[in-house]
T-cell receptor, first 108, second 113 residues
Framework: DQQVKQNSPSLSVQEGRISILNCDYT??????FLWYKKYPAEGPTFLIS?????DKNEDGRFTVFLNKSAKHLSLHIVPSQPGDSAVYFC???????FGAGTRLTVEP | NAGVTQTPKFRVLKTGQSMTLLCAQD?????MYWYRQDPGMGLRLIHY???????AKGEVPDGYNVSRLKKQNFLLGLESAAPSQTSVYFC????????????FGSGTRLTVV
């Protein structure tokens, strides 16, 4: 059973515009959520996290929003840059359940 | 700054062969993990360790064994490789579980024929 789901396999945006990546989860007991970025032939790198007691966390161009009632979180990247092109994974729970990932392409 | 180092980076095995994947971290992290990544599946936890001498099963442990004899090393063993174990394997470590995020190695691409 996939407790963390990323329903969009890919997303393409223009440079300078906003990228919104979405993630849904099923376990209401999850209390910590993270986003990772992965480039080809490299391991995932930690990007940003949010605790369940918050609904927003911001770090530079990256903002994560959490909607606990909807069991939904999203990652906003503003403005998007070509170097942001990568696969983005959301993860949650004490045993770090990962979604399947969304491939973001930022076009110049 | 080595971080998490995985060896080997690539390997091809025949069905039934055995091998060990080595993960080494130089950050003095207590927690270490082995994941596999398959297309459309994200990363799935195989085994993990919360300290030297400890191991525990993750989401998909069958067909794998692990050992953590030294704090800096976490070994993943395949006793009798099967084609279903063809995957990319990632090792990760963390200071204290989930909160601070994990540091991942660059992966081992394993093909079982």
């Amino acid at each position: 059973d996939q407790q963390v789901k990323q329903n969009s396999p890919s997303l393409s945006v223009q440079e300078g515009r906003i990228s919104i990546l979405n993630c849904d989860y099923t376990n209401s007991m999850f209390d910590y959520f993270l986003w990772y970025k992965k480039y080809p032939a490299e391991g995932p790198t930690f990007l940003i996290s949010i605790s369940s007691i918050k609904d927003k966390n911001e770090d530079g161009r990256f903002t994560v929003f959490l909607n606990k009632s909807a069991k939904h979180l999203s990652l906003h990247i503003v403005p998007s840059q070509p170097g942001d092109s990568a696969v983005y994974f959301c993860a949650a729970g004490d045993d770090m359940r990962f979604g399947a990932g969304t491939r973001l392409t930022v076009e110049p | 700054n080595a971080g998490v180092t995985q060896t080997p980076k690539f390997r091809v095995l025949k069905t039934g062969q055995s091998m060990t994947l080595l993960c080494a971290q130089d950050m003095n992290h207590e927690y270490m993990y082995w994941y596999r990544q398959d297309p459309g599946m994200g990363l799935r936890l195989i085994h993990y360790s919360v300290g030297e001498g400890t191991t525990a099963k993750g989401e998909v442990p069958d067909g794998y064994n692990v050992s953590r004899l030294k704090k800096q090393n976490f070994l993943l063993g395949l006793e009798s490789a099967a084609p279903s174990q063809t995957s990319v394997y990632f090792c990760a470590s963390s200071y204290s579980g989930t909160v601070y995020g994990y540091t991942f190695g660059s992966g081992t691409r394993l093909t079982v024929v």
